[in-house]
């Protein structure tokens, strides 16, 4: 089994506009290591999100392949597709994706129902919002919170589960400068527990907080 926790072997990601194709990614070859914190930067319409997609599982290439721990991604059923993005992937979306009809502490749980976790859901749920400094608004909705708080409900979302690695779509993207730090102090502290982190920003802060920047340009990456 390969030493890197992704692979990805000349993926390519093509979408049909009209009667043109647009080349998302393109032949795109990247190992990532456990442990490892790499930021991927590039202007808007690159590819960053798409490619974010690809290695979570969220999206298939046109071509090429992506190896999640040593198994080929097109290789999984549904089913147990399914049962890897929920236990070894965390995803923070660029738009936070909360649910707006359950509290912080609901929305945090939320994943370890799909992971199949019986019990102490909602201690397990509480000691992570405790961890982004959101206790006390455990039993808040969504619209009744800041962005930078929803951001930290993301967070707290994306690694309830203890994932393998964790994927960060412009995770500074909108937030003031004590919100985009205290963001900056969550991923040095998941990086220091040995997390691996993708991140797609803007952020040249977020960047260069990542232990190996890339650049991304027309589907294409650039050391």
């Not at 030493?3 to 990601?13: H, K, Q, T, Y």
């Not at 969504?142 to 409900?153: C, D, F, T």
């Not at 400068?177 to 969550?186: E, G, K, P, V, W």
Request: a negative charge.
């Amino acid at each position: 089994m390969s030493e890197a926790l992704v692979e990805l072997w000349d993926v390519s990601r093509h979408f049909r506009k009209g009667a043109g194709i647009i080349r998302a990614v393109d032949r795109v070859c990247l190992q990532v290591s456990p442990g490892e914190f790499l930021a991927i930067q590039g202007p808007s319409g690159s590819g960053k999100s798409t490619l974010l997609h690809l290695i979570g599982a969220l999206d298939w290439p046109t071509e090429g392949d992506v190896i999640f721990n040593g198994v080929n991604l097109s290789r999984l059923s549904d089913r147990s597709l399914s049962k890897l993005r929920s236990q070894q992937i965390g995803i923070v979306f660029q738009s936070f994706n909360l649910i707006p009809d359950m509290n912080v502490l609901e929305n945090v749980a939320l994943p370890l129902k799909y992971a199949g976790a019986k019990n102490d859901r909602e201690k397990r749920a509480l000691e992570v919002i405790e961890a982004v400094g959101l206790l006390d608004r455990a039993n808040h909705r969504p619209n009744e919170l800041s962005g930078g708080e929803e951001q930290r409900v993301a967070f707290a979302r994306a690694l309830v589960n203890q994932p393998d690695i964790l994927l960060a779509d412009e995770p500074t993207g909108n937030l003031d400068s004590q919100n985009r730090a205290m963001i900056l102090d969550i991923l040095h502290s998941v990086h220091a527990r040995g997390q691996t982190i993708i991140v797609v920003t803007h952020d040249p802060t977020v960047a260069d907080a990542a232990q190996r920047k890339l650049w991304m340009l027309d589907g294409k990456i650039h050391q």
